[in-house]
């Protein structure tokens, strides 16, 4: 590009943002057997979303003993579900360090400071990690 008559020497950038609304509703939830009631199922099947969530052990012994009236077993993405145990290692690594895992920062802007900079220092430790 070229500099514009009369700019001060500055450039005019011109940035475009998405089109469109952003997004509210994902397609997938991921979460553990704590969130394995109806009501949740219920809410995610009428928004849309895809619950991957194991299904309590209580809960498939109570829907077996009603038969037929019980229901059809609840689907589960196993492979989705290992993503979510991805996730889950990160935000343990990430509280390991007490400032994060106690929100000390009094704002939002030093608080992300403190996650980029453990985010940094896990990366770095991996990165070392793979190269001996």
């Given at each position: ?7 001060g020497g500055r450039?005019k950038?011109r940035v475009r943002g ?7 509703r994902?397609d997938?939830?991921?979460?553990d ?6 009501g ?13 969530i ?9 829907r077996?003993?009603k038969g037929?009236?019980?229901?059809r ?10 993503e979510r145990?991805t996730?889950?290692?990160l935000?343990?690594?990430?509280k390991?360090?007490r400032?994060?895992?106690t929100?000390y920062?009094?704002?939002p802007?030093s608080?992300?400071a ?14 070392t990690?793979?190269?001996?």
């Amino acid at each position: 590009g070229s500099r514009p008559a009369g700019s001060g020497g500055r450039w005019k950038i011109r940035v475009r943002g998405p089109v469109g609304r952003p997004r509210t509703r994902p397609d997938a939830i991921a979460g553990d057997k704590a969130y394995s009631s109806r009501g949740n199922r219920s809410h995610l099947r009428k928004r849309q979303i895809k619950a991957v969530i194991p299904e309590k052990v209580d809960q498939a012994a109570n829907r077996m003993k009603k038969g037929s009236r019980g229901g059809r077993p609840v689907s589960h993405d196993a492979d989705l579900y290992k993503e979510r145990n991805t996730v889950e290692r990160l935000i343990n690594k990430l509280k390991a360090w007490r400032g994060i895992a106690t929100r000390y920062d009094k704002t939002p802007e030093s608080y992300l400071a403190g996650l980029h900079l453990r985010a940094s220092m896990i990366w770095i430790k991996d990165l070392t990690r793979a190269t001996r």
